[in-house]
Antibody, heavy 122, light 108 residues
Framework: EVHLVESGGGLVQPGGSLRLSCAAS????????MSWVRQAPGKGLEWVAN????????YYVDSVKGRLTISRDNAKNSLYLQMNSLRAEDTAVYYC???????????????WGQGTMVTVSS | EIVLTQSPGTLSLSPGERATLSCRAS???????LAWYQQKPGQAPRLVIY???SRATGIPDRFSGSGSGTDFTLTISRLQPEDFAVYYC?????????FGQGTKVEIK
């Protein structure tokens, strides 16, 4: 069975840093694009970032460019999100998700972790 | 940025009734790149429909998706107790990828 398990969330002061991790099991991690999606308390979903299989291509929503960095270690079956210069508006549950392209090239976030909460507050 | 507007905000229905959820895009979205997710309180989202009309693995056939261009629909033919949740549409056509604000399907 496929599992994605996030960790690393917590309370951090504005301007601070945090590193989220996502451990994958039950899948050939190195063959999939991976993503981070977040959800502020009581709000909807927001796509944050994508990373290609070998890590050579990364894409971000504008509001996090230059502050959040997605990366991966295929040897460890792990996805990361380095979060710097954090702001109150970054407060959210952060989900890692597998970005799956089916045989027709149709994309979807087909597997999600349970999420990890990040709270930015003084 | 493509804005997705879902309606209604809340749908109050009884088990066994038909639910029709709308997702309207501010610009045309490729039908290959429109998905729907279900989220229950305290849980991660779950993929329901992708490519406008393809059901995800394990999703029962009472769920169906349709639409093109700027108007898309998720239909639940006969609501089961486990279907009451919030549903989000998402587009993968333009960057950034965006989600609608959600439609809550609640028990009447």
């Amino acid at each position: 069975e496929v599992h994605l398990v996030e960790s690393g969330g917590g309370l951090v002061q504005p301007g601070g840093s945090l590193r989220l991790s996502c451990a994958a099991s039950g899948l050939t991690f190195s063959t999939y694009w991976m993503s981070w999606v977040r959800q502020a308390p009581g709000k909807g979903l927001e796509w944050v970032a994508n990373i290609i299989q070998d890590g050579s291509e990364k894409y971000y929503v504008d509001s996090v460019k230059g502050r959040l960095t997605i990366s991966r270690d295929n040897a460890k079956n792990s996805l990361y999100l380095q979060m710097n210069s954090l702001r109150a508006e970054d407060t959210a549950v952060y989900y890692c998700a597998r970005l799956y392209y089916d045989r027709r090239g149709y994309p979807s976030f087909d597997i999600w972790g349970q999420g990890t909460m990040v709270t930015v507050s003084s | 940025e493509i804005v997705l507007t879902q309606s209604p905000g809340t749908l109050s229905l009884s088990p066994g009734e038909r639910a029709t959820l709308s997702c309207r895009a501010s610009q045309s979205v490729s039908s290959s790149y429109l998905a729907w997710y279900q989220q229950k309180p305290g849980q991660a989202p779950r993929l329901v429909i992708y490519g406008t009309s393809s059901r995800a693995t394990g999703i029962p056939d009472r769920f169906s998706g349709s639409g093109s261009g700027t108007d898309f629909t998720l239909t639940i033919s006969r609501l089961q107790p486990e279907d009451f949740a919030v549903y989000y549409c998402q587009q993968y056509t333009g960057s950034p990828w965006t989600f609608g604000q959600g439609t809550k399907v609640e028990i009447k």
